[in-house]
């Protein structure tokens, strides 16, 4: 703390004497313009005797105002304990890839994924068994998922989903313990969950349009969360949804417009006829939204679901991925006066209660 005193009260004194010596160089400059007869001739009637010494003050003052604004800046810039308070972890996806870091602390995180992509994304945080890897996953996971999906996308949805019973046994300890919700190209989503230390995956399993998983195509990454616990608590929710497979989607929708953070309450978790638990994701509704559309559209294993491109009119604006029964997560997000559904990731999340609209006025 006093290093970073010191470093500050060191930091002003070096500005105080560069604008000592900007002003030196200001006033020389005018003194040399003021002995220029063309320039003075054109500035004179501007510069009428001993108005010139105020004019040098008035240029004094907006330069001390002008470098103060920049001091200022630049200390909150470079204040480490600023730094903290703010610690986001920095998700961006151009091109069917997770660019962040391998590694985060645990506790609560903030993650804010931004989608620089043509495509919807979202990404879902597995925890794995004991000495399970990526490795395992592209050998032993993948090519099932891939395989079943293949046939489904022929027709052939009976022997598909039997392809599913070749996942390897253990595949049943992977926890999904949050994520984002979708996220439209362009946009950006912020999700805080609480992590224990360990090996995870992250991943995105939508589809490209010729069918294949986001996640065949690079989009599982490696995470380990450290022993090392992050500096951030639990946020405080201005918005609470609760989440069950027994009540579906319930909160008060009188939602006012602006900056708002959402917490989701999985009451319990289970899994659904697609292999996956149900989640939260918020969109916002065009005029030429079609809600029977979005509805057919949230279930990976149908043939013309979860699968680019996303249903006209909607734009996804993250939310909180699957979690395991008792977990919150929180969502932040700002609201512009619009038509929205809260929305899960489930084959026909409307008849589980879980297609949800709202307004925001005005
Ligand atoms: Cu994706």
Known sequence: MGVVIFKLNWKNTLNAIFLMAHFFWLMEHLTKLSQNPIIMKSTKPYLPGTKQNSLMLLILIAF????????????????????????????VTENMDFQMPDTIPSGWNTFRYKNMSPQTHFFLVDKYPQGKTLEDVKTLVMP????????????????????????????????????????????????????????????????????????SMGMAKELIVSDDVSDDSEPSADIKINISSTEGIVFNDSIQRGLQTFSVFYEDQITHENFVGHDINLARLSENADLEALDNWMNWSDPKGLIDPAPEGVTFLGGVNDMPTGSTGYFTVTLEPGNYVLISEVPNPSSKNMLKTFTVSE
Request: glycine residues 12%.
């Open 64 to 91: 001390v105002g002008l470098h103060s604004c920049k001091s200022d800046k630049d200390r909150e810039v470079d204040d480490p304990i600023q730094l903290q308070k703010d610690n986001v972890i920095q998700i």
């Open 144 to 215: 099932v998922f891939d395989n079943g999906m293949k046939l489904i996308n022929e027709g052939k949805s009976e022997e598909g989903f039997a392809e599913f019973g070749k996942l390897p046994e253990w595949f049943s300890e992977v926890v999904f313990v949050g994520g984002s919700g979708l996220i439209s190209p362009g946009n950006v989503g912020k999700t805080t969950i609480k992590l224990d230390p360990g090996y995870y995956i992250i991943e995105c399993y939508v589809k490209m349009s010729n069918g294949v998983f986001h996640s």
